[in-house]
């Protein structure tokens, strides 16, 4: 009995032996397998890894030095074209202020321009009081604006008077078409200052846009000097010509000095600023050249309040087109600007409508649109191939 449990105990033993190495066999195949598996799934993903870098210098170029927006994974739609948004939105308040103004002035005629340039500053500092009480951002802060931009911001700031008072001043001596004219010469200038300074880089459609979009303000505005009218006076008109082109100067380099400044300072800190400085200045003005103080209904008052607040958005919205997007290329939208004033004129100041007329907005429009277009559509292209990269990356981590 005793041999037989022995015997029985050494089959047993014999069949977990071959259990061990039939399970052993089986582990070693399919560590085997898994090996070969994964050695083919590595070098799947050399390929996919070297295809990639085939691609890289298409990828590199995507968010540094030749685009004006940062792409990564996280950049939305949006992003995409939200500077040329945000621009055509201030080009929509300056009309508006525009408008308004010259409602002003021609309904009021006791009204003088640098008097309504300075109560419209009364207005904005308002707007200031308000939003330091109401607005969640710290006015006396750096987030506000950063120290090292505040000077910067200063200058800009006496800039735009400056340019502004130049442009009204030279409007008593000229035709209006002869003064806007040469004034929009500036977004060719932020083009320049922009290249040679900025390092911001421009294509062959940008640089076709901008002749566009000059000839159709051209069309627009008919300058006397292309388009003469029988009566012309040309009581010092080189001179004033001259302080017209210093004006468009000023206003380069102003919207230079923002896009320098980058994000370091909150975009509404560019109408506070503005205000605040124009509060001193303009009243000195409009006592220099105009003497006098209006009184204003109720109602004139509305309008200059309502003029105030075009200003007030269509700098602090000019600010966050500057901040997302290259210079030259948004200093273009500005062109609207004619445009709507245009067809304000042809809807509301009754304006003589001809062909040629009809020609400028088409041109100003068409180019815009379809240089928009074709940057929002290279971008988005950009944008998959950094999805594609980023997918590319997490299988590889896989």
């Known amino acids: 009995m005793k041999k037989i449990k022995e015997d029985e105990e050494l089959i047993q033993n014999s069949n977990k032996v071959n259990n061990y190495n039939s399970i052993k066999t089986t582990q070693e195949e399919s560590e085997n397998e898994t090996v070969k598996f994964l050695n083919t799934h590595h070098n799947q993903n050399d390929n996919v890894h070297q295809r990639a870098n085939n691609n890289s210098r298409d990828i590199s170029n995507i968010s540094l030095g030749n685009y004006s927006v940062f792409i990564n994974h996280q950049t939305t739609n949006f992003d995409l074209y939200k500077g040329l948004f945000f621009m055509f939105i201030s080009c929509i308040f300056k009309s508006l202020f525009s408008i308004l103004s010259k409602f ?11 008097q309504l340039l300075a109560f419209r500053t009364y207005f904005m500092v308002l707007i200031n009081i308000l939003i330091m009480l109401f607005y969640p951002v710290k006015v006396f802060s ?6 090292s931009k505040l000077i910067p911001m200063i200058i800009r700031s006496v800039l735009a008077i400056f340019s502004m008072t130049l442009l009204i001043y030279s409007l008593k001596f000229l035709h209006l078409s002869d003064v806007y004219s040469i004034y929009y ?3 060719g200038l932020v083009m320049l200052f922009s290249y040679c300074f900025l390092k911001e880089r421009m294509n062959f459609l940008d640089y076709t846009c901008l002749i566009a979009c000059f000839i159709g303000a051209i069309l627009i505005i008919k300058p006397d000097f292309i388009f003469p009218t029988p009566v012309k006076s040309h009581n010092h008109r080189l001179s004033m010509l001259g302080l017209v082109l210093i004006s468009a100067l000023l206003k380069a380099i102003e919207d230079i000095i923002i896009r320098d400044s980058g994000k370091d300072f909150h975009y509404l800190s560019i109408p506070f600023l503005y205000s605040c400085i124009g509060i001193v200045l303009f009243p000195l003005l409009m006592i220099i050249f105009d003497g006098g103080v209006p009184s204003f209904t109720f109602v004139e008052v509305i309008v200059v309040f309502l003029v105030a607040l ?9 600010a966050l087109g500057l901040q997302n997007e290259n210079a030259g290329r948004v200093s273009m939208v500005n062109y609207f600007q004619v445009a709507f004033m245009y067809i304000s004129d042809i809807t509301i100041f009754r304006r003589e409508f001809t062909f040629i007329d009809f020609l400028g907005p088409l041109l100003i429009f068409g180019f815009n649109f379809i240089n928009g277009l074709y940057k929002c ?11 594609m990269k980023k997918n590319l990356e997490e299988i590889q981590e896989v």
């Not at 002003?104 to 321009?113: I, W």
């Not at 750096?142 to 120290?147: D, H, L, M, P, Q």
């Not at 075009?310 to 000019?318: G, I, K, N, R």
């Not at 559509?377 to 999805?387: G, P, S």
């Open 377 to 387: 559509n290279k971008r988005m292209e950009n944008k998959a191939k950094i999805q």
């Open 104 to 114: 002003c002035l021609e309904k009021k005629a006791d009204l003088t321009s640098f």
């Open 142 to 147: 750096n987030e506000f604006i950063g120290r």
């Open 310 to 318: 075009c200003t007030y958005l269509y700098q602090a919205f000019m």
């Open 185 to 187: 010469m500036y977004p």
